[in-house]
């Protein structure tokens, strides 16, 4: 059976702890399995027995990555067989070099999480770029915290898609709950009369739209999409959209929303298009609810984008 490895990257004091005694205590994550946390650096937050056991976790400490190799990670297995293994990470080493490790056969690096405190980043990225380069560029996850109302968001964003576009990002308060993007943080101008949507922002723009319906009834978009026609639409209906990660690399599948057009009978499955829409509210059964349908203004069709995977933050 395969084991899940998780790494949490991230500087000293940047939350790494507080983050991994939150997902063990988290009852739709934690029901129970057996953890081992390899721990390459001690913060102020520590890892108490009470909190060890209560979470069946099993924790060994190193002070240097060179304490560690495959003959001991195998030992590691054999004396604790964990159900799942969890690594927290020197924020200041390359975690190449951990990665480079040969692991145990059935261990398997299933996610990288970094945090990131808010309130110090544009001092780290303006001054220590190269380790901030370590902490975003590999990971799937990317956890702002100490968040606050003066917190820009839409920086913080610019910044880590430049570095990494595919990286999830969670902005968290200092609270711990999860602070959504506002409209006016936004990478696109909703009071626009015409809302151009980047290639970048296609997902951000479709899972809002998706959740929010009403708030675009009557907005103008321009977007970029493939499209796709199905049996099922009627002759004045197709689909644009693009492809979206779902779990893996190889489990892909495209997102995106009906199109009402006089030109749909024209349309190649498989089609690029820069799409200039009205957008409307209409009710769909199959999601019973409320969801944003396209009615074609203009459309030109174009090459394929290059980078036709979207993200959704």
């Known amino acids: 059976m395969a084991i899940p490895v998780y790494i949490f990257c991230g500087f000293l004091e940047s939350g790494k702890t507080t983050l991994i005694q939150t997902t063990l205590r988290d009852e739709g994550f934690n029901e129970g399995e057996k953890t081992l946390l390899l721990v390459f650096e ?7 027995d009470k909190f060890l056991k209560e979470t069946y976790t099993n924790v060994e400490y190193f002070d240097d ?15 604790y067989t964990p159900d799942r293994v969890m690594v927290e990470f020197n924020g200041t080493w390359n975690i190449d070099d951990f990665l480079d490790i040969e692991l145990p056969l059935d261990w398997i690096v ?26 975003i560029n590999p990971a799937d996850v990317i956890v702002f915290n100490r968040c606050d ?20 990002i969670i902005y968290e308060l200092k609270d711990g709950t ?3 993007m506002t409209d006016e943080e936004m990478p696109f101008d909703l ?11 296609y997902g951000l723009w479709y899972m809002d739209a998706l959740d929010n319906a009403r708030k675009y009834d009557g907005k103008t978009v321009v977007i970029q999409g493939r499209v796709m026609r199905r049996r099922e ?33 024209q349309m190649v499955d498989g089609d690029w298009l820069q799409l200039k829409a009205k957008m409307h509210v209409v ?26 995977l979207v993200y959704f933050s």
């Open 42 to 48: 001690e913060g102020i937050e520590e890892y108490d």
């Open 178 to 180: 999860i602070s959504p």
């Open 65 to 79: 990555l060179s304490q560690l190799n495959t003959d001991i990670l195998r030992e590691l297995d054999n004396k």
């Open 110 to 135: 299933v996610q990288i999480l970094s945090t990131i405190d808010a309130s110090t980043f544009t001092n780290y990225i303006n001054n220590m770029r190269t380790f901030m380069f370590n902490v």
């Open 283 to 308: 009710y769909d059964e199959e999601y019973h609810g409320e969801v944003p349908m396209l009615e074609e203004i203009s459309y030109k069709r174009i090459p394929p984008l290059k980078e036709e």
């Open 233 to 265: 639409d009627p002759d004045d209906i197709y689909v644009i959209g693009r492809n979206a990660m779902v779990c893996c690399a190889e489990d892909t599948q495209l997102i995106g929303y009906m199109v009402k057009s006089k030109h749909a009978e």
């Open 191 to 201: 009071s626009a009369d015409v809302i151009e949507i980047n290639d970048d922002d």
């Open 149 to 168: 109302e003066n917190t820009k968001k839409a920086y913080l964003r610019t910044n880590v898609k430049s570095i990494n576009k595919g990286a999830q």
